[in-house]
C-alpha cells in the first residue's frame, strides 16, 4: 500500500507559475511509475504528466507539454510537477498517482492503483 499527499495548490494569475508535490509514503521500496492527473468541473479526470523510477522517461499530455516539468526525487520519495506559462483552462484539482507498471500509450486513470487526496489550482483570466 502507498499512500500519496499532493500539495501546492493555489490561486494565481495568468502566465504564472506553481508547483505541486507529492509526497510517497507506506510501501514506497518498488518502483513506482509517479504521474499527475487533473479534473476541472464537469470534465472527466484526465492524464497531464508522468515520470518512470529512473527520472530518464517523462511523458506530457500535448496540453501541458513545453509549459509542465515534472521531475522526482527517490531519496525523499517526492514527484513534483513544475507549472509554468499557466492558463485559465488549467483550473482544475490536480491529483498525484502511482502504478508499478504502465505502457506509455497506457497513460489513464484506470492503469493507476494510488491516489492523492487532490489539490485545487485555479488560474485567473
Known amino acids: 500500500q502507498v499512500l500519496l499527499v499532493d500539495v501546492g495548490g493555489g490561486l494565481v494569475q495568468a502566465g504564472g507559475s506553481l508547483r505541486l508535490s507529492c509526497a510517497a509514503s507506506?510501501?514506497?521500496?518498488?518502483?513506482?511509475?509517479m504521474g499527475w492527473f487533473r479534473q476541472a468541473p464537469r470534465k472527466e479526470r484526465e492524464f497531464v504528466a508522468a515520470?518512470?523510477?529512473?527520472?530518464?522517461?517523462?511523458y506530457y499530455s500535448d496540453s501541458v507539454k513545453g509549459r509542465f516539468t515534472i521531475s522526482r526525487d527517490n531519496a525523499i520519495n517526492t514527484v513534483y510537477l513544475q507549472m509554468s506559462s499557466l492558463k485559465p483552462e488549467d483550473t482544475a484539482v490536480y491529483y498525484c498517482?502511482?502504478?508499478?507498471?504502465?505502457?506509455?500509450?497506457?497513460?489513464?486513470?484506470?492503469?493507476?492503483?494510488?491516489w492523492g487526496q487532490g489539490t485545487q489550482v485555479t488560474v485567473s483570466s
Open positions: 498517482a502511482a502504478t508499478r507498471s504502465v505502457r506509455s500509450d497506457s497513460m489513464v486513470e484506470g492503469s493507476f492503483d494510488y
Open positions: 507506506g510501501r514506497t521500496d518498488s518502483r513506482y511509475v
Open positions: 515520470v518512470s523510477w529512473s527520472g530518464r522517461s517523462t
